[in-house]
């Protein structure tokens, strides 16, 4: 390929981007990793090798390198613009491989189960909390690492009527050493657990100070210390939902942690964590 039509395609590339962002900002950051690790594993990962990689490899931008699963799923908002082009953006390049119906399914398929809520087993855990971090340096481009605790401790009004009022004085304890990133080698859950989780309290409590079929109060305790934070409440036929954002974990004195686990693994982040980290409690009724 000429140098010019390469900044040819650049300069659509850029002009396509700037004409297309108006996701929402849940979308932008999808996190339920644990299903797309499958997919990425076996089927995507394979289309990549064969139709993507030979240019998008380690001569590549860091983040337009997609040989791992983060770097993909970072990406993935765009790789499907440029998948679906009919221009010159469409990807790969005019003139190689073309990608077939099911290959892009694939890739679709990736990004819709990013985006769905992770799946709660409603016979093992009534209560499920789901927290996800962000790393890379680039906001517009960061990761999101999602986890839980294996180990919660809760307390909810079983007498309820309604599910939303299980959470009538409802109160939690999580043990953090419990972390659990479910990746497959447990290296990320070590990691966490013994370079970030060990330099801070061991155990983070919550209590519902008040609650409607919009929002939930919690008082919650971390590392310590003592704050409230608004949750988002979804009601679904057994479940409900509860989303928030603690807006900066600085104010819960992480530094220490964060050093600690920027030693152990700081190369993979770019050395870049968020101090924002979104949360998501399911409760469910078991029957
Ligand atoms: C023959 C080489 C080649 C192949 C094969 C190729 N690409 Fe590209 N791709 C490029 C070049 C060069 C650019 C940078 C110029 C541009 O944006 O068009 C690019 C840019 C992109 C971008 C925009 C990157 C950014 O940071 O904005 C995406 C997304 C992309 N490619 C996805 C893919 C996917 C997915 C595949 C495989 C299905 C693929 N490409 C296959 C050469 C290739």
Redesign the pocket.
């Known amino acids: ?1 000429s140098n010019y039509r ?1 900044i040819l ?2 300069l ?3 002009f396509f ?1 700037i004409g297309c962002v108006s996701e929402s900002s849940d979308k932008l950051f999808p996190s339920n990793d644990a299903e797309a690790r499958v997919i990425f594993d076996e089927q995507l990962s394979t ?2 090798n064969t ?6 490899n380690f001569h ?2 860091g ?2 390198r ?1 040989d791992s699963f983060d770097k993909t799923k970072s ?1 993935i908002s ?2 499907i ?3 679906n082009a009919t221009d ?2 469409i ?3 005019l ?3 073309v ?1 077939t119906t099911v ?1 892009k399914q694939v ?1 679709e398929n990736f990004l819709n189960i990013l985006n769905s809520e992770p799946d709660v087993n409603a016979e093992a855990s009534k209560c499920t909390i789901f927290w996800t971090a962000y790393k890379y340096q680039n906001f517009d ?1 960061r990761v999101g690492v999602s986890g839980t605790f294996d180990e919660v401790f809760y307390n909810l009004n079983n007498n309820a009527e309604k599910t939303i009022d299980l959470l009538a004085n409802a109160n939690i304890i999580i043990n953090t050493a419990s972390v659990n990133i479910d990746d497959k080698e447990g290296v990320r859950t070590t990691n966490v657990k013994s370079a970030f989780f060990a330099f801070l309290e061991p155990t983070i409590t919550g209590k519902v100070i008040e609650y409607n079929e919009k929002e939930a109060v919690v008082a919650l305790s971390l590392n310590g210390i003592n704050k409230q934070m608004v949750f988002e409440v979804t009601e679904k036929a057994d479940q409900i939902l509860l989303k928030g954002k603690i807006e900066d974990l600085g104010f819960f004195k992480w530094d220490q942690a964060f050093d600690e686990l920027n030693k152990v693994c700081g190369e993979f982040h770019e050395n870049k964590l968020w101090p924002d980290i979104d949360i998501k409690v399911s409760i469910s009724r078991k029957e």
Do not use: D, Q, V
């Open positions: 390929m390469l395609i650049y659509i590339g850029i981007n289309i990549l139709k993507c990689l030979s240019c998008h590549s931008e983040s337009s997609y990406a765009n790789i613009k440029r998948i010159n953006a990807m790969p390049p003139g190689e491989a990608l290959e890739f481009t």
